[in-house]
């Protein structure tokens, strides 16, 4: 069967965008969980709080690893062919992981991901940077793109997205 492009890299935007829903909703209970929990010095950690702060963490190492993992297989495989039939969305898109990249460093990691007046920030960069992508550069390379390209693209997001 024949890989197609835009579907293995919206199916991994798709995956993305549903941990970071799943850690969001965490930071949010986290959020609501942490101010009932006042800890006096010498306190034993309350292991309730403790568990959801790793639980965070997890996920969000999670998401940037896989995030780093698709802007990088982008780069690499996608937008040098881009490039030689439209330079100028190459650099936009290119651009745009910029952004993303910055962005998601501002946030910081762990629980201030609930709290952080970034998040909403980031999360919309990235919404608008998946629609463009899915229009352009994903419907173009699935119908243009060298067809070696699909199984090198899917083994590289398989590193982060295993059940590919
Ligand atoms: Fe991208
Ligand atoms: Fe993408």
Do not use: C
């Not at 009932?36 to 996920?59: A, F, N, W, Y």
């Not at 992981?97 to 709290?115: K, L, P």
Request: aromatic share 6%; charged share 25%; glycine share 4%.
């Amino acid at each position: 069967m024949t890989v197609q492009i835009g579907h293995i890299l919206l199916a991994d935007h798709e995956r993305i965008d549903r941990l970071l829903g799943e850690v969001f909703k965490l930071a949010q209970a986290f959020d609501a969980q942490a101010p009932q929990s006042v800890r006096r010095l010498g306190d034993e950690p309350d292991p309730v709080i403790e568990q959801m702060k790793t639980q965070i963490h997890v996920k969000w190492v999670e998401i940037e690893a896989s995030l780093m993992n698709h802007m990088q297989a982008e780069e690499t495989f996608l937008f040098p062919v881009l490039k030689q039939v439209d330079m100028q969305e190459a650099l936009a898109l290119q651009g745009e992981h910029q952004a993303i990249r910055n962005t998601f460093t501002e946030i910081g990691t762990g629980v201030v991901i609930a709290t952080s007046p970034i998040t909403p920030h980031f999360a919309q960069l990235l919404r608008s940077h998946t629609k463009r992508e899915s229009e352009l550069l994903y419907a173009w390379a699935s119908a243009h793109a060298p067809p070696n390209i699909a199984e090198t693209l899917k083994m590289r997001l398989k590193r982060t997205f295993i059940d590919l």
